[in-house]
């Protein structure tokens, strides 16, 4: 059984650029979350993705934006980025409504640098 | 607002000690689940344990186990056995009954003394 795997593991981009970053969810899983850990603090939601649709968001701006895909990998783009920006970026996967199932699978995460 | 607080920034316990982090929430939902995460210095957020609120019965994972006090909204890891493997950033985590989203307390740092 494959994990949850992210890539790249660290990226480094200047204000204003625009970032993707990559999450392979775990072999059976359907849904996808992504959360934002900034330093010294618990990670923070920022969406969810099921079945390719937009699930649930968190207080992020529209520049946060993601996708699911067929194969329930996911993908989160951020646009004008800002120095605020820098952070862990965590992808869970999950296999949504099943009663009881809540639990979600981390990946390592990306560090995000914004210089 | 559904929030999880945990008001121990930093702790650090002797090998082969007990240790209890503490996690209070604030929720108004009677369905919800509860977890204890824990990130090493590699990142990676492993599950600790979980709680269906539902049940009474504590949880208990091995040397972990927790103290979930309904009423009192409490939900606090105790950790027997302390190993130098255990030393890590513990999140308490709250999701309700068919939502979407974990909500995380700030976490507390542990450390294991040899």
């Known amino acids: 059984e494959t994990g949850v795997t992210q890539s790249p593991t660290h990226l480094i981009k200047t204000r204003g650029q625009q970032v993707t970053l990559r999450c392979s969810s775990q072999?059976?899983?359907?849904?996808v979350s992504w959360y934002q850990q900034a330093l010294g603090q618990g990670p923070q939601f920022i969406f969810q993705?099921?079945?390719?649709?937009?699930?649930g968001r968190g207080n992020f701006p529209p520049r946060f934006s993601g996708l699911q895909f067929p194969n329930y990998s996911s993908e989160l783009n951020v646009n004008a980025l800002e120095l605020d920006d820098s952070a862990l970026y965590l992808c869970?996967?999950?296999?949504?409504?099943?009663?009881?199932?809540?639990?979600?699978?981390f990946g390592p995460g990306t560090r995000l640098t914004v210089l | 607002a559904q929030t999880v607080t945990q008001s121990q920034p930093e702790m650090s316990v002797q090998e082969a000690e007990t240790v209890t982090l503490s996690c209070t929430y604030d929720?108004?939902?009677?369905?919800?689940?509860l977890f204890w995460y824990k990130q090493p210095p590699s990142r990676q957020m492993i599950l600790v344990i979980r709680?269906?609120?539902?049940?009474?019965q504590n949880a208990t994972e091995n040397r972990f186990s927790v103290n979930f006090q309904k009423a009192a909204k409490s939900f606090s890891l105790k950790i027997s056995d302390s190993q130098l493997g255990d030393t890590a950033m513990y999140f308490c985590?709250?999701?309700?009954?068919?939502?979407?989203?974990?909500?995380f307390g700030t976490g507390t740092r542990l450390k294991v003394l040899a």
């Open positions: 709680q269906e609120a539902y049940k009474q």
């Open positions: 869970a996967s999950s296999l949504a409504l099943v009663e009881g199932r809540n639990e979600q699978f």
């Open positions: 993705y099921y079945r390719e649709e937009e699930n």
């Open positions: 929720t108004s939902e009677s369905n919800y689940y």
């Open positions: 985590a709250f999701t309700g009954s068919g939502t979407y989203k974990y909500i």
């Open positions: 072999s059976g899983h359907n849904t």
